[in-house]
């Protein structure tokens, strides 16, 4: 599944699933591959953001939910 096609929560949680999945078969292509490369990557990517959209020539979305996505970054490091 492409992150294109998340649309709901249940998207949501079948591209989780998929990207899970895809880290246990095949690994060595995930240039970050342990939790802290991964969130590194992720602050660093978020802060060209911009970037990644106009070149791929995606419109940045407008309406972006940072306090969930916080809850849901937050909640992963607690929850069991």
Do not use: C, H
Not at 6 to 27: C, E, G, H, I, R
Not at 35 to 61: F, K
């Amino acid at each position: 599944m492409d992150a294109e096609q998340v649309n709901s929560k249940a998207d949501f949680l079948q591209f989780m699933a998929t990207l899970q999945q895809d880290l246990a078969d095949n690994s060595p292509p995930w240039e970050n591959r342990t939790l802290a490369d991964y969130l590194e990557a992720l602050g660093r990517w978020v802060e060209d953001m911009e970037g990644w959209y106009s070149n791929t020539g995606q419109q940045i979305p407008p309406q972006i939910s940072w306090q969930v996505f916080a809850n849901i970054l937050k909640a992963a490091s607690l929850y069991e």
